[in-house]
């Protein structure tokens, strides 16, 4: 069941008890050797959301980003010679105005995701909205400030973390985070409207086939689908793939 946004209230502080510690511990574990495979073929990544912050639980998922545009097959490699396998391959866009992204399942609980265009500034500050670190930062055991599904901002401390909602205090989150107020503004009304009309999908959502290639799915969309064809124009990107 989606978390909903919670009710404002004053600063609470949370302390984990044992068996917290050991999910993140084992979440963590998990997600190193995967960053590491990515950087070994040159590929920078981050953990993002809870992972990141250090509130998880038993039902957190695993997700990786990497920033840039590589060629899928980099990051496909990437995965497999580090001997994890690839159960499925989708490609999404949130919507219409939205960078459209490849998603890599390991498992259900764990998969890569990146870009297939250049992202904007506000795309990539998404990340860094909920939490984010590299894999320096995971191998230091570094937590991180990041807003999550309830609109509370989570700030992580040596027993727990404190947290507060960010409805009212927009601009306290964006200095704490380093974001745009814009950004924090958008995300609130993207989540409240959520809670008030639920959840209505993405604009686009496909899973490829296993001849298929996330490039050769892109351009079959692209002479498809006019939305995207005027994303490209706008970015100013032509037709490269």
Not at 53 to 60: A, E, I, L, P, T
């Amino acid at each position: 069941m989606a978390k909903k946004v919670s009710r404002v209230y004053e600063q609470r502080e949370v302390v984990y008890p044992k068996d917290r510690w050991k999910i993140l511990k084992g979440l963590r574990e998990v997600a190193t050797p995967i960053m590491v495979t990515l950087e070994s073929k040159g590929v920078e990544s981050i953990v993002h959301g809870s992972v990141a912050r250090g509130d998880v639980n038993n039902k957190s998922d695993i997700d990786i980003f990497t920033p840039e545009t590589n060629p899928s097959y980099l990051i496909e490699t990437a995965i497999t010679s580090g001997g994890f396998e690839i159960s499925r391959r989708e490609l999404e866009q949130a919507t219409p105005a939205h960078v459209v992204k490849a998603l890599i399942y390991i498992n259900e609980k764990v998969k890569v995701t990146f870009p297939l265009l250049p992202l904007r500034s506000k795309e990539r500050d998404f990340y860094r909205f909920g939490g984010e670190i590299g894999l320096k930062e995971l191998r230091e055991g570094a937590r991180v400030p990041g807003v999550d599904k309830r609109l509370m901002m989570i700030v992580p401390t040596v027993y727990g973390h404190h947290e507060y909602s960010i409805i009212d205090n927009s601009e306290e989150a964006a200095r704490v985070i380093g974001v745009s107020q814009e950004l924090v503004k958008e995300r609130i009304r993207v989540l409240t409207r959520r809670d008030d009309i639920g959840r209505t999908g993405v604009y686009y959502e496909e899973r490829l086939q296993d001849d298929e290639s996330f490039e050769s799915k892109l351009r079959d969309r692209i002479s498809r689908d006019p939305n995207l064809k005027r994303l490209f124009q706008r970015r100013g990107l032509g037709f490269k793939y």
